[in-house]
């Protein structure tokens, strides 16, 4: 069970950074190859930059050359809820942090093995908690 996390959309611009508050709150997306992790190989925890809840582990990063962090599972199905996006013509899957709702990024079905998808992540929706 997750203790769900809801909050105002003012508490939440109050907490976040501008470029955060884009991203997780307003489904924004980073430019790619900007973000700080995209080249990360440092071993540990992925966190919600926006409540904490652990999201991904470093295993499952690899390099996809898409400009994101790429993770081919979460850390647990639980910590992550999928969405269908229709916005910008374009028919994808949206992912959100289980815990508090914020916007992570998107899912798709062109990852490496074992589970054949690439969880493609928004390096300002992340905290990495070295491990
Ligand atoms: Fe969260």
Not at 4 to 14: A, F, H, N, S, V
Not at 27 to 53: H, I, N, R, W
Not at 65 to 94: I, L, N, Q
Request: glycine share 8%; hydrophobic share 25%; net charge negative.
């Amino acid at each position: 069970m997750t203790d769900k996390i809801q909050k105002t959309e003012e508490e939440w611009r109050r907490e976040l950074t501008p470029e955060q508050y884009r991203v997780l709150r307003e489904k924004g997306t980073e430019s790619p190859f900007t973000g700080e992790y995209v080249d990360t190989d440092t071993p540990g925890v992925y966190l919600c930059a926006a409540c904490g809840q652990e999201l991904f582990l470093s295993f499952t990063k690899f390099h996809s050359g898409c400009g994101w962090p790429s993770f081919f599972a979460p850390s647990k199905s639980e910590t992550v809820d999928e969405h269908e996006d229709t916005s910008f013509g374009m028919r994808r899957v949206e992912v959100t942090c289980s815990r508090c709702g914020s916007h992570l990024g998107h899912v798709f079905p062109d990852g490496p093995r074992p589970t054949g998808l690439r969880y493609c992540i928004n390096s300002v929706s992340l905290k990495l908690e070295p491990k």
